[in-house]
Structures are given as C-alpha cells and as structure tokens.
C-alpha cells in the first residue's frame, strides 16, 4: 500500500475532530519529512505563522 495513503488513513483516524484544512496540513508536514524535510513542533509552529502572515 502508498505511504501516502496509509499516513492519510492514520491521520483520519487518529484526529477525527480536527479540522480538514489543519489535517491537510499537518499531511504536508509529514510527508514532506517522509521526502528529506526536516520535522520540528517550533517548525510546524512557525509554518502556520509564516503562512498566516503571508495569505
């Protein structure tokens, strides 16, 4: 099975009453780990500032 799949399974199950967008991004978070990002609490924090910031 895709890796993205099972993490998207797993993050629906596991948070099922947070928000879609907020899961969407905690998704992007993961997955971008899964390719060589780096993953931090302080980075996810401040990926949400930065984002708000900007839009």
């Known amino acids: ?3 993205k799949l099972v993490l998207s399974k ?3 199950l596991v948070t099922p009453l947070m928000h879609k967008t ?3 991004s905690l998704f992007s978070a993961i ?3 899964m ?3 780096s993953l931090s609490i302080t980075g996810l924090g401040l990926d949400g500032v930065n984002r708000a910031i900007y839009t």
């Open 1 to 3: 099975m895709n890796a």
């Open 10 to 12: 797993c993050l629906s």
């Open 22 to 24: 907020r899961r969407q």
């Open 31 to 33: 997955e971008s780990s």
């Open 35 to 37: 390719n060589g990002g």
